[in-house]
């Protein structure tokens, strides 16, 4: 098992962990991240924080307490922690004072970005990636899923970037089995003020019985895809007219264990006339498509050791994806020659 304390690649990188809207003040959100046990709350001024869900005293889950004037109590002895992590209060000794408290709760980098609230276990080394449609106030967002798989980060990520199944995991939807023809696509490195820096492939095109959701008849899109950091993809639909925007559907993953992971989707749309509801209930179905895929191939961690896996030319984005992965020396949720 590759311990994620030993990746510099995934511990100092933001992870999301929840949707910022759903954590109102007063509230903790118990979760995970790369095998630790979080809890994410929110304090009476807005400010969110992430601890390890793990009382200093015996190692009690703290999610399972309390939170009352911005002090999280423990439920088995009830030692309270502040904002700050430290220990305030031990009702067993009750006269106690501040400085003979010594525990304190480990804490984490937390912010709110995309409408997300994304977490750091390490020292972060960049920004939230990028999201350069979230700005674009002509376009509709809606935040899709989480959605649980029993797989590795990059298998997914991979499937993402991946157009060859359409016609057979999402056929009469994204494919056709009659159009499985896949044109010649371009993939270079890239970094730009927009994106910041990846790998993206451009030109791919693929005849689509539903080019969007409210689409009644097939058609051809134009997609780019962009990699931005080892768990985060975003690919845009490039505008098919003078008068159309561009769209985007992000995915960014939370690694809850090597191969387990929740996604994330955003989207930002132009599509004005569904409801939340169905633009969701759509993204659900090509999601749920896609994770017994993923959940099956074998191993579950994404091989990056040369002749493990045979690839087509058509695989050129999956290839420079590991190939990136290699470069970004990623060793969590992925099997290296080492
Ligand atoms: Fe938390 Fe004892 S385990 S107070
Ligand atoms: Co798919």
């Avoid at 031990?90 to 010594?102: C, E, S």
């Avoid at 002509?138 to 980060?153: D, F, I, N, Q």
């Amino acid at each position: 098992m590759n311990s994620p304390l030993r990746d510099p690649a995934i511990l100092n990188d933001w992870h999301p962990v929840g949707i910022a809207a759903g954590l109102a003040a007063g509230q903790q959100l118990p979760t995970q991240l790369l095998d630790l046990s979080l809890v994410v709350w929110r304090d009476s001024n807005g400010a969110v924080h992430a601890w390890e869900d793990r009382c200093p005293h015996r190692g009690m889950k703290l999610s399972m307490g309390q939170l009352e004037d911005d002090r999280l109590h423990c439920p088995y002895h009830g030692w309270s922690f502040g904002i700050d992590g430290h220990c305030r209060h031990i009702p067993a000794l009750p006269a106690l004072q501040d400085a003979q408290l010594k525990a304190r709760v480990t804490r984490f980098a937390v912010q709110e970005c995309h409408g997300l609230i994304w977490v750091c276990l390490g020292t972060p080394a960049n920004a939230v990636p990028a999201f350069p449609e979230l700005a674009d106030a002509r376009l509709r967002k809606v935040w899709c899923g989480p959605y649980e798989v029993l797989s590795s980060a990059p298998r997914i990520i991979e499937n993402f970037l991946d157009m060859a199944h359409f016609a057979y995991v999402h056929e009469g939807i994204l494919g056709d089995r009659a159009m499985t023809a896949i044109r010649d696509y371009e993939v270079n490195a890239f970094d730009d003020a927009e994106y910041g820096r990846g790998i993206r492939a451009t030109g791919c095109y693929a005849w689509q019985p539903r080019p969007n959701s409210l689409a009644t008849e097939g058609g051809d899109v134009e997609y780019t895809y962009r990699v931005v950091r080892p768990l985060t993809a975003i690919l845009t639909k490039e505008p098919q007219s003078q008068d159309s925007f561009r769209e985007a559907i992000g995915l960014h993953l939370q690694p809850l264990t090597e191969t387990t992971t929740r996604a994330w989707i955003i989207l930002a749309m132009t599509n004005f006339e569904q409801s939340d509801e169905a633009l969701r209930q759509f993204q659900d179905t090509i999601f749920l498509q896609d994770k017994p895929i993923v959940e099956n191939q074998q191993p579950l961690r994404l091989p990056l050791v040369a002749g493990a896996e045979v690839s087509a030319s058509c695989d050129r984005m999956s290839l420079a994806y590991r190939r990136y992965l290699k470069d970004e020396k990623l060793r969590y949720g992925v099997i290296t020659a080492e």
